[in-house]
C-alpha cells in the first residue's frame, strides 16, 4: 500500500495506471449489457450505538456480485464461478453486521475484508517522530498500532454513492479521518472507490488529502478461499519479490530486506501456502518487497486446483502483506454457519512497508498538504481447465 515523496508505487502526486488485467478489456457496448445501472441497496443491521448500516451488491455482466457494507467499508461476499461455471463465495465474513461487532470477533479482531487505516499494518511502540514533534498512537497490538489502532477505519460508517462507470458497477466510498483520531496528525479525507469490471476483477482505487503532514498506509483486508474448503493450504501462490521483510517476535520489521531464495518465504515459482508453511514459525504474515514499483504491476497469482478459480493481483504499491490466517481459532462462524479455523482464508494486502514511520531506508508514507495520495489495486478472477490428456 514514485510520485514526488519517493512512495514506490503508490503515486502520492499522479494518477495511478488503470489498466493493468489479465484478460483482454471488453468494448464499452459489452460492458455495458446485461448489466443494472447501479448497485443494489440492501440493509445489513443495526450497529450496537444504534446506526443502521448498509449493504450495496456489484453486479457484472458475466454475474459476477461483490457485496460492500458501509460498516467498515467491508467486502462481506465475492461471487466468482469456478470452472465448471458455479458461483462461490471466495471471501470470509458474516451475513449481518452484528457479526463485526460480537465479542467473540472483537477480542480476535480479524478485520474481515474491511478497509484498513490510517495506517495499515504495524508501528512499533505506537509511536514515530514526524517534522521533530514526537505523536502517540493508540496501541491495539501488545506494545504496537495495528491497523489504524483502537478504533480503525475498519469500525467506522463510510459514506457511500453507488454509480456505474465504462468498467461496471461501482461504489464510492468517503470517510473524513479529523486531526488527533488514534493520535494520528491532521484532517484526512480519504476515497475509496470499488468497481467490479465486467473483465471479472475487483479494483480498489484510494486517494487521500490532508491538513497536516501525516503517515498514511491504507489497504484492504479480505481474506480469500477460492475453494470453500476448510483451509487454503492447497492454494497455489505466487509472488513477484526477490525479498520480503524479516521482523521480530512482537511482527515488526527489524529493516532486513532478506532474499527470498532457498528460504520458505520464496514463492518467485509458484508453490502450495502448505509446502513449507511449516517452517514459518506462526505461519505466514510478513511483507514482501515486490520486485516492480513503478505502474501497474503484479503482486501475486493464485490457483486453487480443485475450483479451477485463479486470481492475479496487480498493484501500484511496493509492498505484499501475505498473511495465512494464523490466528483463526474456530471461534467464529460465518456465512452459511462456517466455523473459520486456522487458515481457513488467506490475505493478500497491498501496501507501503510496515513501521515505515520509523523506518527511514523504508519508501516514505509521509503525505503532505497539497499533495494527493493515490493508489490502485485489481483483483482479478479466472479459472484455469485442466487438460485431459
Sequence with gaps: MAGLLTLAGCNQSSAPEQTATTTPTMTDST?????????????????????AVQLYTLTNAHGLKVSITTFGGTVTSL??????????DVVLGFDNVSG??????????????????RYGNRIRGGKFTLDGTDYTLATNNGPNTLHGGTKGYDQVIWQAEPGTSAAGQTLKLTYLSKDGEEGYPGNLSVTVVYTLTNDDALKMDYSATTDKAT???LTNHAYFNLSGGADVLGHEVAIPADRYNVVDAGL???????????????????????????????????????NQTSGMHAAATVYEPTSGRTMAVMTTEP????????????????????????????????????????????????????????????Y????????QL
Design 252 to 290: 515488526i520489521p527489524t529493516g532486513e530486506l532478506r532474499p527470498v531464495k532457498g528460504t520458505p518465504f520464496d514463492f518467485l515459482t509458484a508453490r502450495t501456502i502448505g509446502e513449507q508453511i511449516g517452517q514459518v514459525p506462526g505461519g505466514y504474515d510478513h511483507n514482501w518487497v515486490l
Design 100 to 117: 463485526y461487532q460480537s465479542p467473540e470477533f472483537r477480542k480476535s479482531n480479524p478485520y474481515f475484508g474491511a478497509l484498513i487505516g
Design 31 to 51: 460492458q455495458t449489457a446485461g448489466a443494472p445501472a447501479a448497485p443494489a441497496a440492501a440493509a445489513f443491521g443495526i450497529t450496537t450505538d444504534g446506526t
Design 380 to 387: 482479478q478472477f479466472g479459472v484455469r481447465q485442466e487438460v
Design 79 to 88: 461471487q466468482v464461478p469456478d470452472k465448471a461455471g458455479k458461483l462461490g
Design 215 to 217: 503517515p498514511v498506509n
Design 319 to 378: 509492498g505484499l502483506q501475505f498473511y495465512t490466517g494464523n490466528f483463526l481459532d474456530g471461534t467464529l462462524t460465518g456465512k452459511g454457519g462456517t466455523r473459520y479455523g486456522r487458515h481457513a482464508g488467506f490475505c493478500l494486502e497491498t501496501q507501503h512497508f510496515p513501521d515505515s514511520p520509523n523506518q527511514s531506508r523504508f519508501p516514505t508514507t509521509i503525505l503532505k498538504p497539497g499533495q494527493t495520495l493515490q493508489s490502485t489495486t485489481s
